[in-house]
């Protein structure tokens, strides 16, 4: 399979800037009391200046990716968190490439969901709002989101930097699939494992003498400086009013630090996962005397599908997110 650079194929967005949307028909699905919590998170985005998404594995389960240290823990009987690491890449570049490879074209397979084009949305319309993603799918890119408001914490598979010590080469949104024809053969699941030499891996194209590795954070490697900080910066800069923590537990690290930091400013939080902990829940689950109150509230849960939950909960700034396949397999997102 080859794919050349699939965000320029992207169909463009049709929007119909509509100041008041119609509610969407799922909430009429809702039961009572998830009615009332949607309907008094609604209330409070109304009134928020200034959001920080917070997103994980959960965004692109809807698009057909495992999470990492999910079912899709092992490639060929090998343990993929093994394979991570900057050990593992300078003992056996060849195995590491192979893997990541087929990570590459299974993200490529995969489509960006409703959730990914209201996130993108949000942030043409909002300007004070910020995502930070620990996808390295990019899922995200696919769907449009502003490079501007997009961070990637842990980088992503389809950046390329060489690893030589006097090259400071680095590529980003690099979709050619595969990189290099000997590459060809990680896609093939039910191929032996062969040795391909260094010849045949991808090599940098500035210093041509540098093995180019994929750019995402290994086990080991410290978060990208820029990313931390610009998330810092947008956090000082001002109170943040919400944050939205989505598809990732927002009781771990590095979740839980930004959580921490924008409640301390007063900002509130949502949780959007398949899985809430009994923690995330807030105890006072909906408001008795009027849905649209959220002045004793300081969170919000949604717990459930991700791609269905975030287009709902981001509705009143937005507008309803209609995904429809294009010719080329692609997905375009209609306002």
């Known amino acids: 399979m080859t794919v050349d650079n699939p965000v320029s194929r992207s169909a463009p967005y049709q929007l119909n800037n509509v100041t008041v949307p119609t509610p969407s028909a799922q909430v009429e699905t809702l039961t009572p009391s998830a009615a009332a919590n949607l309907a008094s998170f ?21 698009s057909g990716l495992p999470t990492f240290r999910g079912t899709g823990g092992l490639w060929r009987n090998h343990d993929a968190m093994e394979l991570a690491t900057p050990e ?27 959730a990914h084009y209201a996130l993108a949305e949000l942030a043409r319309r909002m300007p004070e709002f910020l995502t930070l993603t620990q ?10 989101h502003p490079p501007n408001q997009l961070l990637h914490l842990h980088g992503s598979l389809f950046s390329l930097k060489c690893t030589s010590f006097y090259c ?25 494992y062969a040795h391909i030499p260094q010849s045949g891996l991808p090599h940098c194209p500035k210093c041509r003498t540098g093995l180019l590795r994929p750019g995402v954070v290994w086990f080991g490697e410290a978060l990208p400086w820029r990313v931390v900080k610009t998330a810092d910066d947008f956090i000082s800069a ?20 930004y959580v921490d930091r924008i409640r301390m400013q007063g900002g509130k939080v949502a949780v959007f996962n398949i899985d809430v902990d009994d923690n995330e829940s807030e105890d006072s689950f909906w408001e ?8 004793n509230r300081t969170k919000w849960t949604f717990e ?26 692609e997905r375009s997102s209609l306002f």
């Open 304 to 329: 459930g599908d991700a791609a269905e939950w975030v287009p709902l909960a981001l509705e009143p700034l937005t507008g309803p997110v209609e995904v429809q396949e294009t010719g080329n397999g």
């Open 135 to 144: 996808n390295v799918d990019g899922l995200s890119t696919r769907a449009n």
């Open 88 to 114: 593992a890449f300078s003992n056996d570049p060849s195995l590491v490439w192979q893997f990541y490879s087929a990570r590459r074209e299974a993200a490529l397979r995969a489509i960006p969901n409703k």
């Open 168 to 192: 400071d080469f680095q590529q980003e949104n690099n979709f050619t699939h595969p990189l290099t024809p000997e590459l060809a053969i990680a896609s093939e699941m039910s191929a032996l």
């Open 288 to 295: 008795a005397d009027s849905s649209d109150s959220y002045a």
């Open 238 to 257: 001002g109170k943040v009013d919400l944050i939205l923590v989505i598809g990732t537990s927002g009781t771990v690290y590095p979740a839980a630090g």
């Open 42 to 62: 609604h209330a409070y985005l109304r009134s928020s200046k200034r959001i920080l998404a917070l997103v994980g594995a959960g965004l692109s389960a809807s």
